[in-house]
Nanobody
Framework: QVQFVESGGGLVQPGGSLRLSCAAS????????IGWFRQAPGKEREGVSS????????YYADFVKGRFTISRDNAKNTVYLQMNSLKPEDTASYYC??????????????????WGQGTQVTVSS
């Protein structure tokens, strides 16, 4: 069965950190781009970051640059999103998804396949 499983979400105070994991099963991440997305209540799903499983090229949305870091462990078939200096506006459900290109760039939501179920991140004091 092909699926992604996200984990690592939770409640954190502003300025805190979380590390999200996206574990793939049923397929290999080779030659794919893996993207992290988020969706807050009442808002559209938006791209956060992406990484090429081929050469490790990374992309970040402007609103997370300098705070979030995406990485991959191909041996574990897992992609991570390290989130530092979290802000209340980062509160959302976070999802990972795979795209069948190798360049690593973020593309529109509809171009991605194999979405996970999401993990909730809440930033609040």
């Amino acid at each position: 069965q092909v699926q992604f499983v996200e984990s690592g979400g939770g409640l954190v105070q502003p300025g805190g950190s979380l590390r999200l994991s996206c574990a793939a099963s049923g397929f290999t991440l080779d030659y794919l781009t893996i993207g992290w997305f988020r969706q807050a209540p009442g808002k559209e799903r938006e791209g956060v970051s992406s990484i090429s499983s081929s050469d490790g090229s990374t992309y970040y949305a402007d609103f997370v640059k300098g705070r979030f870091t995406i990485s991959r462990d191909n041996a574990k078939n897992t992609v991570y999103l390290q989130m530092n200096s979290l802000k209340p506006e980062d509160t959302a459900s976070y999802y990972c998804a795979a795209g069948d290109w190798t360049s690593g760039d973020l593309r529109p939501v509809w171009m991605y396949d194999y979405w996970g179920q999401g993990t909730q991140v809440t930033v609040s004091s």
